[in-house]
């Protein structure tokens, strides 16, 4: 498709279970973000990746949060022993470049609910 | 660390009225770019209109306008003619010149309601 592709669209977990949350890129764009919007925040930003390089992860709540990004395209949000206060819309974005100017285009996300 | 500021949890306004949202922002980068994007229920984020702080004159695209105060670090959304399609969540957001590495600073949304 034309525009960033988030998968699932809802994901309903226990408590202590591990999720993964699978995001596709807008074709070319080599910078992806990940960000979370809790109810009734702003997003919060989590994690960014730009070509090969290393991915700033300073915005990763906790150590059960990490993603990876396979070929430079489709990224994965793994979030390990899940808690309640994880529940959130989790949205990604994409951006051809690295720069000021460039608009950030992102997915209809994936919506968590710990329960 | 640069923030955004929306102090309008929520706004209503007739259809076919002007409605303005506030944004408010802190930095201390010379260059940057700022952002509105507006989200509907979809979930989806739609870039509505963006400026960058070297330029004067204010942005528009069709119905929506910014005015852009640099001195004040003010960065208000317009609103022409409403129309039921524009509620949603929008969102200010803000992107420096050191942003190689630094992702958009969002505010924490204004929820606009049309009236019919």
């Known amino acids: 498709g034309a525009g960033v592709s988030q998968s699932p669209s809802n994901k309903v977990t226990e408590k202590g279970k591990d999720v993964e949350l699978r995001c596709d890129p807008i074709?070319?764009?080599?910078?992806l973000y990940w960000y979370r919007q809790s109810l009734g925040q702003g997003l919060e930003f989590l994690i960014y990746f730009q070509g090969n390089s290393a991915p700033d992860k300073s915005g990763l709540p906790s150590d059960r949060f990490s993603a990876e990004r396979t070929g430079g395209s489709v990224s994965t949000l793994t979030i390990q022993r899940t808690q309640q206060e994880d529940s959130a819309v989790y949205l990604c974005a994409s951006s051809r470049r690295v720069i000021m100017a460039s608009p950030l285009h992102f997915g209809n996300g994936t919506r968590l609910t710990v329960t | 660390a640069q923030t955004v500021t929306q102090s309008q949890p929520e706004m209503s306004v007739q259809e076919a009225e002007t409605v303005t949202l506030s944004c408010t922002y802190d930095t201390s980068e010379s260059d940057y770019y700022l952002f509105w994007y507006k989200q509907p229920p979809s979930r989806q984020m739609i870039l509505v209109i963006r400026q960058e702080a070297y330029k004067q004159q204010n942005a528009t695209e069709n119905r929506f306008s910014v005015n852009f105060q640099k001195a004040a670090k003010s960065f208000s959304l317009k609103i022409s003619d409403s129309q039921l399609g524009d509620a949603a969540m929008y969102f200010c957001?803000?992107?420096?010149?050191?942003?190689?590495?630094?992702?958009?600073?969002f505010g924490k949304g204004t929820r606009l309601s049309v009236i019919a």
């Open positions: 957001a803000y992107r420096g010149e050191n942003s190689g590495n630094t992702p958009l600073v």
């Open positions: 074709s070319g764009h080599t910078a």
